[in-house]
């Protein structure tokens, strides 16, 4: 078994005590003791030494602890800070979660041979096969780095344990880097992302690179009838006699991981040969020539088949396609292949600056055409950023099936605008219907706009009356005007709501539109950041106390933010919450960025012992000046912790950009 220990030997102290040396040992010795031992012992001790295992320690033990009623959370959040550091606030509530978030973090580490500190420390015994098998049975994202060959050569064994059991495993796929498909050693990855595509379970794609080629190779007959024209002629091109010329080079043998063991994470032997991969040294960098890049040919080169008539390559279909950097030769490329991209679910779009009309109007025409020629329609977009806001409705009219809408706007205020008459200019693109109804259930925006058009953010709420979540960000309206109009929207047009969050947004004058819109909704997150709520009000404290009172009412309300609102010394009256005989619900409550400081926090801390929250309460203390009375403020976390989960994160008062920040 690996020893990935999460701490190393070094950190060891020298005045340790007899039971963290009894740890130790039973560390070393797990493999000798087998997991009987480590059950008969009693159950605090056993918690006790959860954070001293290693990583497939942990994995082993897990389900036999289960059955006995222990949790091994403490020994993966223990992980996770040796791993991010003392000050990372791990908010995660399960075992799973969080033995999850350590293998994603790890996995490609190990696997492409980066390090860190931690692996630093662990190095001799984290990259071992019982590690990466343990992993790899978890993870469900895979990021491919095509450029760093001890990965990838892992993954093209000739006998393929790891990337047999990934495809069973993998949900998503990361490429983060370009792909020259007339390079040889390209093959490695498409051959990589077949094997995950099309033969596994893969059905996410994250296209993080401007590489339109790729693109249309990633979309090729998977669930897509597009052929682009450029990918068409380099298929054609590498097949036929090159086919045979790249398969024979490719099997020539060479040892690729040389200290690959074969026992699994449980110390059972799986069947493996010494592993075989193309000679990725015999690769010429600026060699390019004919070689196949067609799945079928690749299956074939890499797992040659006994009987030249091998069985038809499965192909996978992409439900969720995510474009980062997406440019407008990937959106060209994009565009022609959505008229018939029938298994396409959700779709996002992010450009490092706003993308323009045009291409944000031929993006609405194959939307459009895609939801004309076929039942099964996207359901979720995403698109970032939008030069208009005009263009959320042109969208949705688009894509009449939408259930989920992220948008963000940054209004271009240079440059030809194509808006004045979008009908003539894209005569695909429907004409508005100010009565119809949309269907949206979940609706994001955020603006950057040196003034909003209110009435536009009216109308598009009255038309989306089935909302259940609702994100805006950023409305700035004209000197003079409040967002009162908006605010009552919502009590009329929108009583589906259970997720409200307002961010970055004015609200300081609209204190009797939040308690109307309390009154009567059922709201189970409400998220009111950087509103500047208090700013406007004579009398702070009563403000807050009557918004208490108003969130009190709301008998399903179970997480509240008001992270960002100069609340400081007026925080505890936020404990009023859980006073009384009808105390709230409420579970998670996020007071970050607030200014708080050590002496509020322990009146906070004294007012809450008394008035204990019904259920455990998760509390964000992040980006709060503790470390200006370091003693007090311990105190109060001291007093905190047996009824709370608290959230924290280092804070330098000294960063003078840190105070400002809080204070915004």
């Known amino acids: 078994m690996g020893d990935t220990g999460c701490k190393s030997e070094q950190e060891i102290p020298k005045n340790q005590s007899l039971k963290e040396i009894c740890f130790l040992s039973v560390k070393k010795h797990f493999a000798a003791l087998r997991i009987g031992a480590v059950l008969d012992l009693p159950a605090p001790l056993i918690q006790d030494l959860l954070p001293h295992l290693t990583i497939c320690q942990l994995d082993e033990l897990q389900p036999a602890l ?55 420390r662990n190095l001799n015994n984290l990259n071992t096969p019982s590690f990466l098998w343990a992993a790899a049975k978890c993870i469900k994202h895979f990021l491919l780095l095509s450029s760093v060959p001890k990965g990838v050569c892992i993954l093209t064994a000739e006998q393929q344990p790891l990337l047999n059991l990934l495809e069973k495993q993998i949900q998503s796929i990361s490429i983060s880097q370009s792909v020259d498909l007339s390079k040889q050693k390209t093959q490695i990855a498409l051959y990589i992302l077949h094997r995950l595509i099309d033969h596994g379970l893969a059905t996410k794609l994250v296209v993080d690179v401007q590489c339109p080629i790729m ?64 000679k ?7 060699a390019s020539g004919k070689f196949p890049v067609d799945p079928e040919s690749l299956c074939r080169t890499f797992t040659p088949r006994k009987s030249p008539l091998a069985v038809a390559c499965p192909r996978g279909q992409i439900d969720c396609l995510e474009i980062r950097q997406c440019g407008s ?86 440059g030809p605008c194509f808006l004045l008459d979008p009908m003539s200019a894209e005569p695909d693109v429907p004409k508005l219907q100010t009565k119809a109804e949309f269907p949206l259930e979940k609706l994001t925006i955020k ?57 970055d947004m004015k609200l300081s004058d609209c204190l009797p539109d939040i308690l109307n819109l309390l009154r009567d909704c059922r709201l189970e997150e409400l998220h009111l950041n950087d509103c500047r709520l208090l700013e406007s009000c004579s009398d702070k404290e009563e403000s807050l106390r009557q918004l208490v009172v108003a969130l009190k009412a709301v008998p399903t309300l179970r997480t509240l933010s008001l992270a960002q609102n100069r609340l400081a010394k007026y925080t505890c009256v936020l404990v009023e919450l859980f006073s009384g005989s009808s105390p709230s619900l409420v579970k998670r409550l996020d007071i970050s960025s ?5 002496a509020e926090l322990q ?30 403020w311990n105190l109060a976390l001291k007093i905190l912790r047996p009824f709370c989960i608290v959230l924290l994160e280092g804070w330098k008062s000294t960063n003078t950009m840190v105070d400002h920040v809080s204070n915004m």
């Open 447 to 503: 603006i950057a706009e040196l003034q909003t058009d209110v009435h536009f953010m009216i109308c598009l709420l009255r038309r989306s009356p089935y909302l259940t979540f609702l994100h805006v960000a950023g409305m700035r309206l004209p000197t003079g005007f409040s967002q009162s109009q908006f605010l009552t929207t919502f009590s009329e047009s929108n009583c589906c709501l259970r997720v409200l969050k307002l961010e």
């Open 215 to 278: 693109l249309a190779w990633l979309l090729h007959e998977r669930g897509c009838q597009y052929v682009d024209p450029s990918l068409n002629n380099l298929m054609h091109s590498s097949r036929g006699n090159c086919i045979t010329q790249a398969a024979s080079a490719s099997l020539q043998e060479a040892s690729c991981f040389a200290g690959l063991e074969t026992r699994a994470s449980h110390g059972q032997d799986y069947d493996v040969s010494p592993c075989k991969c193309l």
């Open 280 to 286: 990725l040294n015999s690769f010429e960098e600026e």
């Open 594 to 598: 607030n200014f708080i400081q050590a």
């Open 329 to 414: 030769d990937s959106l060209k490329v994009l565009n022609g292949a959505l008229p018939t991209f029938f298994c396409l679910r959700s779709l996002t779009l992010q450009s490092i600056s706003a993308f323009s009309d045009l291409d944000v109007l031929s993006l609405a025409r194959a939307l459009k055409r895609l939801s004309d020629g076929s039942c099964n329609r996207i359901t979720d977009l995403s698109i970032s950023v939008l030069p208009n806001s005009r263009f959320v409705e042109i969208l949705l009219d688009s894509s009449p099936n939408l259930t989920s809408l992220h948008v963000e706007i940054h209004t271009v205020m240079w």
């Open 603 to 632: 009146e906070f801390a004294e007012r809450l012992r008394t008035h204990h929250p019904v259920h455990q309460l998760t509390l964000d203390l992040r980006k709060n000046p503790g470390d200006r009375d370091p003693a007090t």
């Open 66 to 120: 289960n059955q006995r009623g222990i949790s091994t959370l403490s020994g993966w959040v223990g992980v996770l800070q040796d791993i991010c550091g003392p000050n990372y606030a791990v908010d995660l509530h399960t075992e799973e979660a969080a033995k999850h978030e350590v293998m994603r973090i790890l996995f490609p580490l190990v696997l492409y041979g980066f390090k860190n500190k931690y692996i630093n």
